[in-house]
């Protein structure tokens, strides 16, 4: 069995702990536990960073390196930075802890019904909180194959805290080094037919009554880094009805090569590029995930989802992650209207009737709103 | 600065085309009812054709249910309740097709509407319940009135019981006194058939402007089914019918329904049945009044009703036996609905707080109160009252068709009301007199030669609309009653430019997608052809087609928005609608594969040949 101090499997059936597990995985956790389709995998929990760095001595190293460093000082920044994540690769994993991520990877493994690739992904204690976003400073490492290859990436996403900028952004905003801890997720490579993201409300106006997607073809990290222009369609959140959508270029996607292992770059063809990567039923059932997702937590929530091309219909929806949304705070249109007391009736807002009307008519689907006079 | 798009509009009425045949048609209706162009402004006016209500040509004593219906209109909002943006629509006849013009009120005026409108509508709001209860009292007396008008041949003389009790009166006068009743009775309950319809498309729409407001781009359908009532008068006709169908499989007596189109031979068949009785019992409970109830609007004279043509539902109820038999659940959904409305209802409401969320509650409750009676009136009016008014009126025909004035009773409708009055006088003054009417001598041949005008108009489809539209459309009732927007007059215009034969749209009505084959349905005659399974496109369909709905995948229309009868029905059956596509019917062919998008508003042919 595995020590739950070190490893924690996503369905283990242990409390989400953010410092334990760091946000990602917490979240993963949290969101197996409620049913949600979370493809499998584990936590390597942040005690095993903490015990990694105290046995191997790097702990005092990291402390002597980053003493008196100068934020501003972009060369000694660099030089220390690329010293530790040296040290972080090299030095020796206690055998415990090795022992412990062999087992977890070897019973994932069979469970998968065989040798599958994975993803490992660093889980920050700090990332994913909604007042302090390190979104996009740590690590992702996508069809990763073989224990040792695994470990290295364990490893890399350990580093990946001292990297040139993180290192900048916590000497500027005053974040000590000392608590600092990571967990790293282990996780089933999805096969994504079609990926993105998913935010339950409108990202423009933060009216939470619409669910707004963006997708693409392959694996999602083409649309979460902006690579390319995915699918934009937005859906009214209660009837699941398409509001508005516009068809992205989708020009690339990221696939494995079945010959190479790896993940490579794709050209979309013509054909596949003019139209939606995602059938309206799929839009649907995105849009119900994000609800779930969002009710869940109870608020806003901004998911990664991807369509695994080895499952079938019905079992291909999968939920890679969900975060609160932070960018957009609740926001109420302002009434114009005040209820007559009694009846519920704005009488006084009647002059204004026509006007109103018009333009609610006018956003009837598959019209634009045009003046002839403008 | 783009130059100024060129204002592009409708033909002006006089520049339309006059049917071959159909020369001087303008003669078959009253003179004020004829675009003739007299005041000079007809010709400049805006109008758009209401193909809703009427979607084929009038003939002449037809016009009295457009008349009395929108002139009462008009009196609620001008008149009655003030409306402060709104006055009335004004109304004409252009071959054949009734047209409309709404008036607004002037700028300035409307200000001073406000206080009174607040005063009138409150009262109507504040006690709503107490008042409709009021008003389906009213109804049902004027109904009640109305059947007991009997028109019979006079006598050859007077009975002597009159002789000795001094009548002095020969029972024309009772002969005139019912006609000139019956057509009182039928304007009465038109004014009464908008006390209520006005507010409650107002209150829809001070809900519909709140959630379009709080929720920008909200789906019609989604404001709709948050104040639809479930359980509702106007579909009470068809689950009387689903009622008799499991009752009749409950008592063993399916094998009576062989040949319902005998209905003489079916009623018989049930009777002789054991526990036969107690089912007719039932039947005959359920017909009065619920078989008042038409295949078609109630504003046509040759539109059938039920109760006189006993073979309709008692196909639907054969067609329901087998249903049931096959192991569906012919009965709605109701639970699934109410627990769908509160759904949806719940989680708008979930999205608000404080003063927005108190409004909501205060609109939303308004608008589910006031709207359910926008459905109902129309079984009390449009089936029950009318249904009653156009048997009297064969009834009156009859007596004429009787006396050598025209061969068959509906050829009367060929008159306007007040030559019906003038014949009558013709009629009786002959029979008095003991002479010989005029009318035989020249009904015969002139209702021929306007028989030849009303086919000769058939033949043309209305213009959707005449002359220059607005900039933009803004009286709340046309967008509400008759989905006349700024968009949609625009895409008929458009519509003549590219006519884009692959892509129909329309309303999205009712959600959902499905694929099917397609029956074309232009005639209520035409349903019984609709097999199981198969999608729906007509021109326009009636609530009473209810029955149907239990057999379609989805439904496709010509003419209606979202509150149209095609879209309430297919929302309460949960099948995919798209309405007011214009060219659905006529573009769509029987037995073509199509791909029907409630969602979206879109119907695709996706195999052309049927």
Not at chain 2, 214 to 236: H, N, S
Request: proline residues 6%; contains cysteine; hydrophobic residues 40%.
């Amino acid at each position: 069995m595995h020590d739950t101090q070190y490893i924690q499997f996503f369905d283990g059936g242990h409390d989400p702990d953010v410092e334990i597990l760091g946000g990602k995985c917490s979240s993963l956790v949290s969101l197996t536990a409620a049913g949600m389709p979370v493809p499998p995998g584990f936590a390597v929990t942040t005690n095993t960073y903490r015990m990694f760095v105290h046995e191997s001595g790097l702990d005092a190293t990291i402390h002597r390196l980053l003493d008196g460093l100068d934020p501003d000082d972009v060369r000694s920044v660099d030089s220390r930075s690329a010293a530790i994540r040296e040290e972080m690769l090299l030095r020796p994993v206690p055998d415990e802890l090795r022992g412990q991520a062999y087992l977890a990877y070897h019973d994932l493994m069979e469970r998968c019904g065989g040798s599958v690739p994975v993803a490992v992904r660093s889980s920050a204690t700090a990332e994913d909180l909604p007042e302090a976003s390190f979104a996009g400073q740590q690590d992702t490492y996508l069809w990763v194959t073989g224990m040792d290859n695994v470990t290295d990436h364990i490893r890399q996403c350990w580093a990946s805290l001292y990297t040139s900028r993180a290192i900048t952004y916590r000497l500027k905003n005053g974040i000590q080094n000392d608590g600092l801890s990571m967990a790293v997720a282990v996780q089933k490579m999805v096969n994504a037919a079609t990926s993105g993201v998913a935010i339950t409300l409108h990202p423009g106006t933060g009216d939470r009554s619409k669910v707004t997607i963006d997708a693409s073809y392959g694996v999602g990290e083409m649309v979460v880094s902006g690579q390319v222009t995915p699918d934009n369609i937005m859906l009214d959140k209660v009837m699941l009805t398409i509001v508005s959508e516009r068809l992205g270029d989708k020009h690339a996607e990221l696939v494995p090569d079945p010959g190479s292992r790896q993940l490579v770059e794709r050209e979309v063809d013509e054909a596949r590029r003019n139209r939606r990567c995602l059938t309206d039923a799929q839009v649907v059932e995105v849009a119900q995930m994000a609800k779930r997702a969002e009710k869940h937590y109870g608020c806003p929530q901004d998911i990664e989802f991807a369509f695994d091309a080895d499952l079938p219909d019905g079992q291909n929806l999968l939920l890679l992650q969900s975060r609160p949304e932070t960018v957009h705070s609740v926001k109420i249109p302002e009434q114009k209207s005040k209820p007559a007391v009694g009846s519920g009736f704005s009488f006084g807002n009647l002059s204004a009737l026509a006007a109103t009307a018009s333009k609610a008519a006018g956003t009837l689907p598959g019209h634009q709103h045009t003046h002839p006079h403008d | 600065m783009t130059a100024q798009p060129i204002m592009k509009s409708f033909p002006k009425p006089s520049e339309i085309s006059v049917p071959d045949g159909a020369q001087g048609w303008e003669d078959l209706y009253p003179y004020f009812l004829s675009f003739r162009n007299l005041s000079g402004s007809e010709d400049e006016k805006f109008w758009f054709c209401d193909s809703q209500h009427w979607p084929t040509v009038y003939k002449p004593f037809e016009t009295i249910g457009g008349e009395f219906a929108v002139k009462c209109l008009g009196q609620y909002n001008t008149r009655h309740l003030m409306i402060p943006p709104a006055n009335g629509i004004e109304f004409k006849i252009h071959m054949g097709y009734l047209y409309m013009s709404p008036i607004p009120v002037p700028e300035e005026q409307i200000p001073a509407r406000v206080p009174e409108f607040e005063r009138r509508a409150g009262h109507y709001f504040q006690n709503w319940d107490t008042l409709l209860e009021g008003w389906k009292v009213k109804v049902r007396a004027t109904i009640a009135e109305m059947e007991t008008l009997h028109f019979a041949p006079l006598p050859d003389m007077v009975p002597f019981d009159d002789i000795v009790q001094g009548v002095a009166k020969d029972g024309s006068e009772v002969l005139m006194e019912n006609y000139d009743r019956l057509i009182q009775l039928c304007y009465q309950n038109g004014q009464y058939h908008f006390e209520f319809l006005n507010l409650g498309y107002l209150a829809y729409l001070d809900f519909f402007g709140f959630a379009k407001e709080a929720f920008p781009g909200i789906p019609d359908q989604a404001i709709a089914k948050m104040v639809q009532g479930v359980d509702m008068e106007l579909f009470r006709p068809d689950d009387e019918l689903k009622k008799l169908a499991l009752l009749a499989i409950e008592m063993d007596l399916t094998a009576a329904f062989d040949n319902t189109d005998d209905v003489e031979a079916t009623l018989a068949g049930v009777r002789a049945l054991p526990g036969g009785e107690q089912w007719i019992e039932v039947y005959e409970e359920a017909k009065d009044p619920w078989f008042n109830f038409t295949v078609g609007n109630g504003f046509y004279g040759h539109d059938k009703y039920w109760i006189e043509h006993q073979d309709i539902p008692l196909g639907y109820i054969k067609d329901y036996i087998r249903r049931a038999l096959d192991g569906h659940d012919i009965m709605r959904p109701v639970a699934e609905l109410v627990a769908e409305r509160d759904r949806i209802t719940q989680e708008y409401r979930d999205l608000l707080d404080g003063e927005a969320l108190a409004a909501f509650d205060a609109k939303r409750g308004l608008a589910a109160t006031a709207y359910p009676y926008v459905e109902n009136h129309n079984f009390y009016i449009e089936h029950w009252t009318m249904g009653v008014f156009w048997r009297k009126v064969r009834e009156l025909g009859a007596v004429f068709a009787q006396a050598g004035f025209w061969q068959a009773p509906e050829d009367m409708l060929y008159l306007t009301r007040g030559e019906v009055r003038d014949a009558l006088f013709d009629y009786v003054t002959a029979w008095a007199v003991g002479g010989e009417p005029t009318g035989p001598h020249y009904w015969p041949a002139e209702i021929e030669r306007r028989r030849r005008i009303v086919d000769a108009l058939s033949t043309q489809r209305p213009q959707p609309a005449l002359n220059t539209p607005p900039a933009e459309i803004t009286e709340p009732f046309t967008m509400m009653l008759y989905g006349i927007t700024t968009e949609q007059v625009q895409q008929w215009l458009a519509a003549d430019e590219q006519d884009d034969d692959a892509a129909i749209t329309g309303m999205a009505a009712s959600p959902g997608i499905v694929e099917g084959y397609a029956r074309v349905i232009t005639h209520a005659d035409e349903l019984s052809s609709v097999q199981e399974g198969e999608i729906l496109v007509a021109t326009i369909t009636a609530p009473s087609w209810g029955p149907i709905f239990g057999k379609i995948k989805a439904t496709v229309t010509d003419i209606g928005g979202m509150m149209s009868h095609a879209a309430i029905v297919c929302r309460e059956y949960g099948l995919p609608a798209v309405t007011g596509t214009g060219k659905g019917s006529t573009t769509i062919e029987t037995g073509q594969f199509i791909r029907v998008d409630g969602n979206s508003g879109r119907v695709e042919i996706l195999e052309p040949t049927g």
